[in-house]
């Protein structure tokens, strides 16, 4: 059964102290994998499509990774507007894209 | 410019009737999918559209659930015969083709059946 796992739940960090989130899979064929940020009451915001092991992307304070069997997510000096939920997906074929449960990321000032 | 948008915000049905939830996607997107979003559970895929190609239908939960997109445009998610296990927070979201990943959520619609 194809399933997407991550960790932390929930991590609380002071501003400025940096971390990473973990997405881990056990699907068919990996077609891509994308993280996204949630805000509450909100959808989710794309962030970073990986496609390949050793793939990286970077967008301001936050770097994604991937390897064959998870991601990371990586934080580096977060700040209180980082808080959020952060989504990792993977795409297994066709549009079929199976969600992970999410860790719900409190930065505080 | 405008993005995906939703309506209603917030659903409140009794156990039994029935339910349409809309979807306007970003103008020229040609894909069109849905989503389920219980509490403390990741995104549930329902389906997906792609301009007029047959949807994917492969992860409605029962027939209960129907999605129609009229024109290559609106969409309409309907639910009958609501039941409580139903309530949950329907995103749609919109990409420019099917080959593009990238995602553009609507706020969704939170429906509570009572």
């Known amino acids: 059964e194809d399933q997407v796992t991550q960790s932390p739940e929930a991590l609380r960090l002071q501003e400025g102290e940096s971390s990473s989130l973990n997405c881990s899979y056990t699907v068919s064929g990996l077609r891509g994998l994308f993280w996204y940020r949630q805000d509450p009451g909100k959808g989710p915001e794309f962030l970073f499509t990986?496609?390949?092991a050793g793939e990286e992307k970077e967008k301001e304070r936050l770097k994604a990774t991937l390897t064959k069997k998870e991601s990371f997510l990586h934080i580096t000096a977060p700040k209180p507007e980082d808080s959020a939920t952060y989504l990792c997906?993977?795409?297994?074929?066709?549009?079929?894209?199976?969600f992970g449960p999410g860790t719900r990321l409190s930065v505080l000032p | 410019g405008a993005g995906v948008s939703q309506s209603p915000s917030n659903k409140v049905t009794e156990k039994g009737k029935d339910v349409e939830l809309r979807c306007d996607p970003i103008s020229g997107h040609t894909a069109l999918y849905w989503y389920r979003q219980s509490l403390g559970q990741g995104l549930e895929f329902l389906i997906y559209f792609q301009g007029n190609s047959a949807p994917d239908k492969s992860g409605l939960p029962s027939d209960r659930f129907s999605a129609e997109r009229t024109g290559g445009s609106v969409s309409t998610l309907t639910i009958q015969r609501t039941q409580q296990e139903d309530s949950a927070v329907y995103l749609c979201?919109?990409?420019?083709?099917?080959?593009?990943?990238?995602?553009?959520f609507g706020p969704g619609t939170r429906l509570t059946v009572t």
């Open positions: 979201a919109s990409s420019y083709t099917g080959t593009s990943h990238e995602q553009y």
């Open positions: 997906a993977v795409q297994i074929y066709g549009q079929n894209f199976v």
């Open positions: 990986l496609y390949s």
